[in-house]
């Protein structure tokens, strides 16, 4: 996806622009091509980006670190205001509220769709992976019988001298 430049956003009508999605996203590693819509809208000093789109992606799980494939659906929308950067030092520890939180761009400048959608499906991604519900993990051998029995042979020999030592 091309980046916009944000005063051509003024002269599409409504001043909207519709873009069709159904590709891959270069940083995003997808089984499926990204398929849906976003829509951006010059509102005069912000910018209302709303996108559906899903894909599907191989995780792993947490538990039992098996592969599994997950749906990635986003449904949302975000405002971001436009206004130049104002320049202030970062050099001391500032104390930010949460009314100033928020994404901005120059007007001048360019917005990134595919920049944003990736960054939307990255936050899809569940924060707890597990490739089922009833997902019992990895199994841990707890008899020691099958802990002996299942020793590796290259140790057999350290095994045999371990022997000979405690007779």
Not at 2 to 17: A, C, E, F, V
Not at 36 to 65: K, P
Not at 137 to 163: C, F, H, M, Y
Request: charged fraction near 25%; aromatic fraction near 8%; charge should be negative.
């Amino acid at each position: 996806m091309q980046r916009i430049y944000i005063t051509h956003l003024s002269n599409d009508p409504g001043k909207t622009r519709i873009i069709e999605v159904n590709d891959y996203l270069s940083d995003l590693d997808t089984l499926t091509p990204v398929k849906g819509r976003i829509q951006i809208q010059h509102r005069g000093n912000f910018l209302d980006v709303a996108a559906q789109a899903e894909t599907i992606t191989t995780l792993t799980c947490h538990r039992c670190l098996q592969n599994y494939n997950a749906r990635l659906q986003v449904d949302t929308s975000e405002f971001i205001w436009l206004q130049e950067p104002q320049p202030e030092a970062y050099a001391e520890e500032v104390e930010v509220g949460f009314d100033e939180l928020i994404e901005t761009l120059s007007p001048q400048g360019h917005f990134e769709p595919g920049k944003w959608l990736y960054e939307q499906l990255c936050l899809a991604i569940p924060q707890r992976q597990l490739c089922d519900k009833a997902c019992e993990g990895i199994v841990n051998p707890t008899a020691r019988d099958d802990a002996e029995t299942s020793t590796d042979q290259r140790w057999s020999a350290l095994s045999a001298l371990k022997q000979q030592l405690s007779d």
